[in-house]
T-cell receptor
């Protein structure tokens, strides 16, 4: 398994501002994943972050809006930039060990 | 494209009723299959998984799932639900590469 922590656990932000979410894993992993879970919907993959290279973004997500850092094999950050109310969501950090995906507790974001 | 469909968005049951949540996937090759659960206010947890071997897999809290290859299905079952099973359940498929595909989720509400 994997133990994943995220900070902050929740935040309320004003539109136009940015929020950086941190993700820490208990041991080294090659790939870290960032998901979004909007109210009443399933998980949507935002991007995959490899250490030492640029993140790979899914269709509909761009680096300018969701910049990601991956400075080492146990840590990553996701920034939600220039926020709007449509960005209100739960943001989840995830890793895969073998074929199994594990998730952090999520960051619940509300944009006013 | 690969996809996962869950048949019911919402299910309401009384305690002690039997549960079956449907999950079908579209992919013709080898798959790894998962059910995740998200209890109210908690993060996603792995309920059970199938990689190979016996197509009937048992998970935590009395849940089981059956992989039927010919039907591309991986339905989740529990013979007698409890109020504490109220949660959202996600079916997921990993086909190799780096993405896990999630279904839209089924919200289960168990009446006491």
């Amino acid at each position: 398994s994997a133990v994943i922590s995220q900070k902050p656990s929740r935040d309320i932000c004003q539109r136009g501002t940015s929020l950086t979410i941190q993700c820490q894993v208990d041991s080294q992993v090659t790939m870290m994943f960032w998901y979004r879970q909007q109210p009443g919907q399933s998980l949507t993959l935002i991007a995959t972050a490899n250490q030492g290279s640029e993140a790979t973004y899914e269709s509909g997500f761009v680096i300018d809006k969701f910049p990601i850092s991956r400075p080492n094999l146990t840590f990553s950050t996701l920034t939600v930039s220039n926020m709007s109310p449509e960005d209100s969501s739960i943001y989840l950090c995830s890793v895969r060990r073998g074929e199994t995906q594990y998730f952090g507790p999520g960051t619940r974001l509300l944009v006013l | 494209a690969q996809s996962v469909s869950q048949h019911n968005h919402h299910v309401i049951l009384s305690e002690a009723a039997s549960l079956e949540l449907g999950c079908n996937y579209s992919y013709g090759g080898t798959v790894n299959l998962f059910w995740y659960v998200q209890y109210p206010g908690q993060h996603l947890q792995l309920l059970l998984k199938y990689f190979s071997g016996d197509p009937l897999v048992k998970g935590i809290k009395g849940f089981e799932a059956e992989f039927i290859k010919s039907k591309f299905s991986f339905n989740l079952r529990k013979p007698s639900v409890q109020w504490s099973d109220t949660a959202e359940y996600f079916c997921a498929v990993y086909t190799g590469g780096f993405k896990t595909i999630f279904g839209a989720g089924t919200r289960l509400f168990v009446k006491a």
